[in-house]
């Protein structure tokens, strides 16, 4: 594996990135000195301009021959999601056909939501006038990416830039940065134009630069709220699209799908470790229905495999590192000192935490209100849809909520009064489709991720009128 490229020189140590499974040194990106924050940014204004200038059919070209490129070598673009990101292979295949998909909208976008025709002649006075907007694109585009979906994230916000014509500042996670290199060699060699795409590597001095950098016209970033937080004071007069976490609530309810509630639930609480930001953390469960639905959670929970990522058997890896899950055995701990019960698991084996269950957790628990981002899931029985819907929206953030119902009005109740940015009816709060909007309610929301919407967010309307008078 080696870096992309910088056209830099730096004397900065490279940053070494490691297996969080076994530790293994897998390689090292060069870290890119803050200090070249010009050189990049002259680098992205020429890439800038050539993208401005390629033809709509060409962006989509290029995007539909990353996509075949990324499907033909899927087999080692998912081995690298799962040495440097700790995804069990399966995920990491499925992760792959998504970015597949998300390159495939991209180029379809490309070529449509070119703008409309405004009706100038439905207003008094304007009768003499016709024109139409045009969505032109913003220019220098940061980018920052987590390592939670290494390849797809970053997909997610390539893609809908090189369709608007943009170019990107790339700053994909240090503990991950192989699966979004080999992502921009894959648009490389579709054709894309290398300037278009400018990738760096560093700490929070370096982001700070690509962020606060005049000429960058929108950040776009997915991660935590305290370095969201940081990017909205440092921006400066840009857009910002922000994607920072959640603590997804789901409800089953009495009349619910009993077997597919449990089996939804399971693989919505443990998938990718954890480490998913829709995950299911909080599944509420009404009062008649809750003791049969924590049996059988618990023994669908103990039936799971934590293990080597590598084995196609294996159904939770490890976490990103021990550190991160030393950190979620602390928080079990301090649950379980406030009250909380032990179901099952709280057992660590180095960055392996193994699913675990809890009941009872006081509300007022940190584990309650933050997002674990973990293995960790709590049960809690309700009464009323009322009081569940109280319980999932006493947050103040949200991502995505799932109700499992087989009363359609119970259903379509929930999804008006959830405050999410989706909800999910009889699936668990952790489905995503990526054409879909995808983002946050409450605090901290901050527009939306999914093809078209990203696009949108990232090109501008221009308006042509023509006076005939």
Not at 358 to 383: D, I, K, N, Q, S
Not at 386 to 408: K, P, R, V
Not at 418 to 447: L, Q, T
Request: hydrophobic share 40%; proline share 4%.
């Amino acid at each position: 594996m080696t870096a992309v490229k910088l056209h830099i020189t730096t004397n900065l140590a490279p940053i070494s990135v490691h297996s969080p499974y076994d530790g293994a040194l897998l390689g090292s990106v060069k870290a890119t000195d803050p200090a070249e924050i010009d050189r990049l940014l002259a680098t992205a204004r020429r890439g800038a301009e050539i993208s401005r200038n390629l033809p709509r059919h060409k962006r989509a070209s290029i995007l539909e021959g990353a996509a075949r490129v990324v499907e033909s070598r899927r087999d080692a673009f998912a081995e690298t999601i799962v040495r440097e990101a700790g995804k069990t292979i399966v995920q990491a295949r499925k992760e792959v056909l998504r970015c597949v998909n998300t390159l495939k909208l991209s180029a379809e976008e490309a070529k449509r939501n070119a703008g409309e025709i405004v009706p100038f002649d439905a207003y008094t006075g304007s009768e003499q006038r016709q024109g139409w907007f045009t969505r032109e694109p913003l220019g220098i585009i940061t980018a920052i990416t987590p390592y939670n979906d290494p390849l797809n994230l970053v997909a997610h916000k390539l893609g809908p830039a090189i369709a608007g014509g943009n170019s990107v500042l790339l700053k994909p996670s240090n503990l991950t940065p192989f699966s979004g290199i080999k992502l921009v060699e894959a648009l490389r060699e579709a054709g894309l134009p290398e300037e278009v795409i400018t990738v760096a590597h560093g700490d929070r001095e370096l982001v700070t630069a690509m962020i606060a950098a005049r000429e960058v016209r929108m950040v776009s970033f997915t991660g935590g709220f305290a370095t969201g937080e940081a990017i909205s004071r440092s921006a400066g007069l840009k857009k910002l699209a922000m994607e920072l976490g959640g603590n997804a609530p789901v409800i089953v309810m009495n009349d619910c799908n009993f077997d597919k509630a449990v089996e939804g639930c399971v693989s919505g609480s443990f998938w990718a470790a954890g480490q998913n930001c829709i995950g299911a953390q909080r599944i509420l469960v009404q009062s008649a229905l809750y003791e049969r639905f924590r049996d059988a959670f618990v023994a669908g929970t103990r039936k799971l495999k934590s293990g080597d990522p590598l084995h196609d058997d294996t159904d939770v890896g490890p976490m990103i590192s021990t550190q991160s899950a030393q950190r979620t055995e602390t928080a079990v701990n301090d649950a379980i000192a406030a009250g909380a019960k032990l179901l099952c698991g709280h057992r660590r084996d180095g960055s392996i935490y193994h699913p675990t269950v809890l009941e009872g957790t006081p509300r007022t628990c940190g584990l309650w209100h933050e997002e674990v981002f973990a293995p960790v899931v709590m049960l809690a029985p309700f009464e009323t849809l009322d009081q569940a819907i109280e319980m999932a929206n006493e947050l103040e953030y949200s991502l995505h909520a799932g109700i499992f119902t087989s009363d359609l009005n119970v259903a379509l109740e929930a999804a008006d009064r959830i405050e999410a940015g989706g909800v999910m009816i009889n699936d668990s709060s952790d489905y995503r489709f990526d054409a879909m909007p995808f983002g946050g309610f409450k605090y901290g929301s901050m527009g939306r991720e999914g093809v078209r919407f990203a696009y949108e967010d990232m090109t501008q309307p221009k308006v042509v009128c023509i006076n005939r008078g």
